[in-house]
Each structure stands twice: as C-alpha cells, then as structure tokens.
C-alpha cells in the first residue's frame, strides 16, 4: 500500500495561541470577548481552540454588564456538558467565575427527558443565571413553554453544524423563531467550517444578521507550543482491510482508530470480529485490565499495548472503558492508554491530548464528521510533534456491481482531502495589481522586497495570512460580497469539489478545458450559492475561489515535487511554493489562475497510491457517461463569450487553437443551433 500523504503542513510552534493575557484569555478567546456586545454572535474557530471558555467570559459580561437575565448553554450530547462545568476564571485575572448549581447541569442529572424539561421551567422561573443542557431537552422546552418564555436571555448552542434551515431540523426552526422575534442574544459555536454538509444551518437572511468571530486553523497550529506538522492522506486497500491495517497503523503512536460503519462497503458486518482481528494484528492478548477495562496486547518487541475498545456493546464493559478514559486524575498521563477502537464515539467533543494518528476506515459521508475526527489528533501535548489523520478507502473493484458506489466514495475522499488543505492552509487576501499598488504593512515580500513591477506575495507569519496581488482581479463591491472573499472561500470552494460532474471531469476528463470548471462551474455554483449578489460581485467571488484553490493546489505540487530536504523550517513549503509560483510565471494573472485545473496535483497523488489497473477501471467507467453539452452551459459559455467580444473587439473562432477559446465558440455555435430549430419547428 502506498504511503503518499495529500498534504503535509509544517507549523511554526511560536507558542502564541497557547499565551493567555492579563484576563486569562488566549488569542481566540481575546478575539471572541471584543465581540461581547454583539447579539448574534457565530464563532467559528478549530477543536481545542478555548470555545467553552470563550463562552463563559462573553456570558458572564452579558449576565452582569448588559442585562440578560440567565444564560443557557445547549450541547449536543451529554458527555459535552462537562466542557461547562464549574471555572474559577478569577484565578487567572478575570473579574467573575464561572459557576453552574449542580441541579442546572442537566446533562449531569438522572432521568429522561421529561424531567429534565421540567427542570428548565423551573430554571426560567428562578434567579439563578446558567443552566446546561442537552439540544434535545431545549427542543422540547421550547416546545412546551414557547418562544416568549426565553425573552431576555441568552442562548448558546455548542457544536452549531447540527442545527439545520431545514423545516425538519426543529432546533433550526426554533432558533429561527428566536431571531424573528429579536428578543434573545445568540451565540452560536463551532469548529467546522462547512455549514452542515449538504444544508445550510441557517437561512442567509438569519444568516446576515450574525456577526463572525474567525478563528483559523492555522493561527490554533501555528500557535502551539509543541504540535509542528500535520499530515493528511487517503491510502487504498484490497481485500479486507483488518489485513492491511498494520500497514498504516504504527502500534508506537498514540491512535484512534475508527473502525467503519455496519452498513458501509468497508465493514465485515461483523464489528465484534473486526475488533478482534485487529487486536489478534496487534500481538497476543494478555488479558484485561480490572481497573480500566482495557485490554492488554503484548506485541511482538515486547511491548504491553493498552487498547480502549469502545464497540463493544455490553452496556457494563463499555461503561467501564469510557469512565475511564474520561478520568481527570489520567488527563496528562501519556502511558493510560495507547490505543482506541471507536465505531460511533471518541468523535466530537472528545478529548485525548496524546492522540497522533486518528485512522478512520471507510469513507466518511460527512465532511463536518472528518474535520472532527482530525481535530481528535490535533491537540497540543509535550513531546508530540507530529501528527496525522489518514482515511483508509477499498479500491474500486471494476468487477463488482457497487463500483458506482466505490468510485463516489474515492471521489468524496479525494474532495475532503481537498478541502482540508484549503481550511489548514494561511489565509488568502487578494488585491488586483495596477500602478497604485503598494505593499501593505506588516507583510514579508520574501528576499527582494517589494516589486512594484510585479505582482507580489506578502506573507504575514504571526496572522497566517497572504497578501497576493493579481493582474485583472474584480474586486467585491457589495458589503455581503466582500464578507464572502473575506470570511467564505471554503464555503464556495466545498460546494465545488464536492460537485460530482466537476470532480469526476477534473480528474478523468482528458478534453478537458480547464476553465470549463474554473469559470463555468464555479461560476454556476457561486450563482445558486449567492443568487442576490449581482452579476459582478458574483463574478468577484469566483475568482477569488478559484484563486485560493489553484494557488493551494501550485504550492502543493512544488511543495511535494521539490524535494524533502528534512526538517522543512515552519510551513514555509506551502508559503515558499505559493511565491515560487508567482516568481515563475510572467505574471500572475486570473487568466493564467483560470487555466489551471484545480484537480490535476489530486490525480497525481491518486496514481501514486492507487493500482494502475483499478485507476484505468475507475477512469473507463467515469469516461463511458460523458455529456454533451447542455442548453444551461451553452448560456454560461456564452456569456463568457460576450465577454471576450467586450475586450476583444470580435466573437471567439470555432477554428482557434485555444482550447477555451473554441469552447466558448462551441456554446454560441450550440445556442445557434437551437434557436434555428426552434424556429423552423
């Protein structure tokens, strides 16, 4: 099996996310706390980034300094509750701790949801400030005391991607009844960056009424003290894959294994027999732990493995296990344990500060579960410099009727993987290039300094943050437009890899024409994404989409075509690779940015880690359901065409030797074509 990772990224480990001010406030929660007076806040910031704690010290002001009455923090699942538990916040500088009576953590008290309903009733009726609970106990409070009993407070929602705009999602629903009647404070929280995966979580006029507090990965990795380089990597596998797994599973890292889904291509649909098959991997069982529940593995050097199995069933045992991997007095002890086997659990919320590998086998079917299941692997620890998540994928096997099902989910994979390198890379700021372009302070313009004869790229390492400028670039006008360039790239970008004609032709089409993909599909998806954008912002935002995604996808293949020479010093491949390019090229512009395929360093990686003959298959099916072109891109084609008759002085030519050129000329010619049938009938 093939060891290629899609991405690695270097951090500089400078120590700044992890310092705390005169407030006992890191940098994330600094940035949240300046944003307390807002009434809808969203905080959109990486797992272990301070997000409870950042909610406490806005609470706290909200409570005593701008007159809400109580507080009520909503979590997804019990076990999330703890993340709210009591903090003595004065310890550290701050002027009020953070307290919760023990019988308003009903994510602690005993009982169904009944009760527990009842219990937030009482709540509201009382003079205590916070309450914790779960969302489904706030869904049905809601729908038992209404809306207008929860005027005058606030309502923070953890893990914000499970609500949903769909009418079916209740809490969606609810929280947009609280908006609508504008008597509440929101602050809504989370750690992934695509809102719920196919849906949004919130309609866009609830939406705009938000204000963001963005927190990127970068700036959490970047500002570690120990964490210096994150890989990223899909390997594939034929057969079943407990015989393969000891090829990407390193029994001397810290590990959380995801075995998959029973109902997935993957799973044996035998979870208990799979566990042991990977135990059996391991070395020999020595027994188990009275303590913990754990099992011990005695491997082949000697060594006694610690393993954590979280599939098993059995109420009793799994009870065991999970109190104690939860124990407190264990938190920073490395040796506890070394292995977790988990199906549904050890996903979002968990915490094991040791972990270094988090190995998911399967597809995983939503991008917000994987960037959760990174986040497992990315804490800051002593001593733990590395870390990687790796999805381990079945081959498509051509032979077998699910090969429809197979070659969607390597595609799915190769788009989180994609996507990830967008959401850990800095941040892009784009400006166009023209006489008047200055650097701009604070930015490292690399060895030569600012060229005021060329487009340049200026990074600014404390921020994590690009400055590039572009040649022909349209600039957002529209405040909402420029929120988007500024705040939104991702969400663009996630909706066009995640589009299946576009993925499939970007990596199999051997026709194809880039900006086929890069104007023409980007240009639909920004359209249905933004349909009250007018037709430049519109235009505005996909190019600096496409602009993001080329210049990760340049940086990345000179990155992993110029050689390791060792220890790379901090990030610098990813941002070296983005100024080579622009070095290289007679000058960056968005023509140039266009005609790259956004794919094609993707389809490199795929050829190294997966089988020529299954890569010939996988190509042969994907090639067999070409289209024709459709009346909806022909319109596309030809407005793009119009365009190049505005600064062009004529139509494009069908007989052009530039591929785009032609095609545009192809959608006219098609356009054409119809018009004559339809009026010759």
Same mark, same amino acid.
């Not at 300094?65 to 003595?88: C, H, M, T, W, Y």
């Not at 009576?101 to 994510?107: E, I, S």
């Not at 799979?274 to 303590?291: K, R």
């Given at each position: 099996?093939?060891?290629?990772?899609?991405?690695?990224?270097?951090?500089?480990?400078?120590?700044?996310?992890?310092?705390?001010?005169?407030?006992?406030?890191?940098?994330?929660?600094?940035?949240?706390?300046?944003?307390?007076?807002?009434?809808?806040?969203?905080?959109?910031?990486?797992?272990?980034?301070?997000?409870?704690?950042?909610?406490?010290?806005?609470?706290?002001?909200?409570?005593?300094?701008?007159?809400?009455?109580?507080?009520?923090?909503?979590?997804?699942?019990?076990?999330?509750?703890?993340?709210?538990?009591?903090?003595?916040?004065?310890?550290?500088?701050?002027?009020?701790?953070?307290?919760?009576?023990?019988?308003?953590?009903?994510?602690?008290?005993?009982?169904?949801?009944?009760?527990?309903?009842?219990?937030?009733?009482?709540?509201?009726?009382?003079?205590?400030?916070?309450?914790?609970?779960?969302?489904?106990?706030?869904?049905?409070?809601?729908?038992?005391?209404?809306?207008?009993?929860?005027?005058?407070?606030?309502?923070?929602?953890?893990?914000?991607?499970?609500?949903?705009?769909?009418?079916?999602?209740?809490?969606?629903?609810?929280?947009?009844?609280? @908006?609508?009647?504008?008597? @509440?404070?929101?602050?809504?929280?989370?750690?992934?960056?695509?809102?719920?995966?196919?849906?949004?979580?919130?309609?866009?006029?609830?939406?705009?009424?938000?204000?963001?507090?963005?927190?990127?990965?970068?700036?959490?990795?970047?500002?570690?003290?120990?964490?210096?380089?994150?890989?990223?990597?899909?390997?594939?596998?034929?057969?079943?894959?407990?015989?393969?797994?000891?090829?990407?599973?390193?029994?001397?890292?810290?590990?959380?294994?995801?075995?998959?889904?029973?109902?997935?291509?993957?799973?044996?649909?035998?979870?208990?027999?799979?566990?042991?098959?990977?135990?059996?991997?391991?070395?020999?069982?020595?027994?188990?732990?009275?303590?913990?529940?754990?099992?011990?593995?005695?491997?082949?050097?000697?060594?006694?493995?610690?393993?954590?199995?979280?599939?098993?069933?059995?109420?009793?045992?799994?009870?065991?296990?999970?109190?104690?991997?939860?124990?407190?007095?264990?938190?920073?002890?490395?040796?506890?344990?070394?292995?977790?086997?988990?199906?549904?659990?050890?996903?979002?919320?968990?915490?094991?500060?040791?972990?270094?590998?988090?190995?998911?086998?399967?597809?995983?079917?939503?991008?917000?579960?994987?960037?959760?299941?990174?986040?497992?692997?990315?804490?800051?620890?002593?001593?733990?410099?590395?870390?990687?998540?790796?999805?381990?994928?079945?081959?498509?096997?051509?032979?077998?009727?699910?090969?429809?099902?197979?070659?969607?989910?390597?595609?799915?994979?190769?788009?989180?993987?994609?996507?990830?390198?967008?959401?850990?890379?800095?941040?892009?700021?784009?400006?166009?290039?023209?006489?008047?372009?200055?650097?701009?302070?604070?930015?490292?313009?690399?060895?030569?300094?600012?060229?005021?004869?060329?487009?340049?790229?200026?990074?600014?390492?404390?921020?994590?943050?690009?400055?590039?400028?572009?040649?022909?670039? @349209?600039?957002?006008?529209?405040?909402?437009?420029?929120?988007?360039?500024?705040?939104?790239?991702?969400?663009?970008?996630?909706?066009?890899?995640?589009?299946?004609?576009?993925?499939?032709?970007?990596?199999?089409?051997?026709?194809?024409?880039?900006?086929?993909?890069?104007?023409?599909?980007?240009?639909?998806?920004?359209?249905?994404?933004?349909?009250?954008?007018?037709?430049?912002?519109?235009?505005?935002?996909?190019?600096?989409?496409?602009?993001?995604?080329?210049?990760?996808?340049?940086?990345?293949?000179?990155?992993?075509?110029?050689?390791?020479?060792?220890?790379?010093?901090?990030?610098?491949?990813?941002?070296?690779?983005?100024?080579?390019?622009?070095?290289?090229?007679?000058?960056?512009?968005?023509?140039?940015?266009?005609?790259?395929?956004?794919?094609?360093?993707?389809?490199?990686?795929?050829?190294?880690?997966?089988?020529?003959?299954?890569?010939?298959?996988?190509?042969?099916?994907?090639?067999?359901?070409?289209?024709?072109?459709?009346?909806?891109?022909?319109?596309?084609?030809?407005?793009?065409?119009?365009?190049?008759?505005?600064?062009?002085?004529?139509?494009?030519?069908?007989?052009?030797?530039?591929?785009?050129?032609?095609?545009?000329?192809?959608?006219?010619?098609?356009?054409?074509?119809?018009?004559?049938?339809?009026?010759?009938?």
């Amino acid at each position: 099996m093939a060891q290629v990772p899609s991405v690695s990224v270097k951090y500089a480990a400078n120590g700044s996310s992890t310092k705390s001010n005169e407030l006992g406030m890191r940098a994330m929660q600094e940035r949240a706390y300046a944003k307390r007076g807002e009434q809808y806040l969203l905080i959109k910031s990486p797992p272990a980034s301070g997000k409870s704690r950042a909610l406490m010290f806005i609470a706290l002001d909200k409570l005593h300094n701008q007159g809400l009455r109580q507080a009520i923090v909503v979590v997804p699942e019990k076990s999330i509750g703890s993340s709210f538990n009591d903090e003595p916040l004065s310890k550290h500088g701050f002027w009020a701790d953070w307290t919760v009576q023990p019988q308003w953590n009903l994510c602690n008290a005993p009982g169904g949801d009944d009760g527990k309903v009842g219990a937030v009733g009482k709540f509201l009726a009382s003079d205590d400030h916070v309450l914790v609970c779960t969302h489904a106990t706030f869904r049905f409070a809601v729908d038992k005391f209404g809306i207008e009993a929860f005027d005058d407070r606030l309502i923070a929602v953890d893990e914000f991607h499970h609500v949903s705009a769909n009418p079916d999602n209740k809490l969606g629903m609810h929280l947009g009844a609280l @908006v609508a009647r504008d008597k @509440v404070h929101l602050v809504a929280m989370t750690g992934s960056y695509f809102r719920g995966d196919a849906e949004a979580v919130l309609s866009p006029e609830d939406e705009a009424r938000f204000d963001t507090v963005t927190y990127t990965y970068y700036e959490q990795l970047n500002g570690y003290r120990y964490l210096k380089s994150l890989d990223i990597g899909y390997f594939f596998y034929s057969g079943s894959y407990a015989d393969d797994i000891l090829k990407v599973l390193d029994p001397t890292e810290k590990t959380i294994l995801h075995i998959p889904n029973v109902n997935s291509r993957e799973s044996t649909k035998d979870k208990h027999r799979e566990v042991e098959h990977i135990i059996d991997a391991l070395g020999d069982w020595q027994g188990t732990d009275p303590a913990t529940g754990f099992q011990l593995v005695k491997t082949p050097v000697g060594r006694v493995l610690r393993i954590a199995d979280l599939v098993d069933d059995e109420p009793v045992k799994r009870d065991k296990v999970s109190a104690a991997l939860k124990d407190s007095a264990q938190k920073n002890n490395r040796d506890h344990v070394d292995i977790i086997i988990a199906l549904g659990m050890a996903k979002e919320g968990f915490d094991w500060i040791w972990c270094e590998h988090a190995l998911t086998v399967g597809y995983r079917a939503s991008l917000t579960e994987i960037v959760q299941i990174i986040g497992r692997a990315t804490r800051d620890a002593e001593g733990k410099t590395r870390a990687r998540f790796t999805n381990l994928i079945a081959e498509p096997d051509a032979a077998a009727e699910a090969v429809t099902e197979a070659i969607n989910d390597t595609l799915k994979a190769i788009a989180a993987s994609l996507l990830m390198e967008q959401v850990l890379a800095p941040r892009f700021n784009f400006t166009p290039k023209s006489a008047q372009s200055v650097p701009v302070e604070g930015f490292d313009y690399g060895e030569g300094g600012y060229d005021p004869a060329k487009e340049n790229v200026g990074f600014n390492e404390s921020s994590g943050q690009f400055q590039i400028e572009i040649k022909g670039l @349209v600039e957002p006008k529209s405040k909402e437009a420029k929120r988007i360039c500024q705040d939104d790239l991702n969400e663009v970008i996630t909706a066009f890899v995640q589009d299946k004609t576009t993925i499939e032709r970007g990596l199999f089409d051997d026709e194809l024409v880039p900006e086929e993909l890069t104007q023409v599909r980007m240009g639909k998806i920004v359209g249905a994404r933004f349909p009250e954008l007018d037709a430049e912002d519109q235009e505005a935002v996909r190019q600096h989409a496409v602009a993001a995604l080329n210049l990760t996808q340049k940086a990345k293949e000179i990155a992993l075509t110029g050689g390791d020479d060792g220890e790379v010093s901090a990030n610098t491949a990813l941002i070296d690779g983005v100024r080579k390019f622009a070095m290289d090229v007679r000058e960056l512009d968005i023509d140039l940015i266009d005609r790259i395929n956004p794919f094609g360093e993707a389809y490199a990686i795929l050829a190294k880690t997966m089988s020529e003959e299954s890569l010939r298959q996988v190509a042969a099916v994907i090639s067999a359901k070409k289209v024709q072109l459709t009346p909806e891109e022909a319109r596309a084609l030809a407005k793009r065409a119009a365009a190049f008759k505005q600064e062009r002085g004529r139509l494009p030519s069908i007989t052009s030797a530039d591929p785009w050129e032609k095609k545009m000329a192809e959608g006219v010619a098609y356009l054409v074509r119809m018009k004559q049938e339809a009026a010759n009938g």
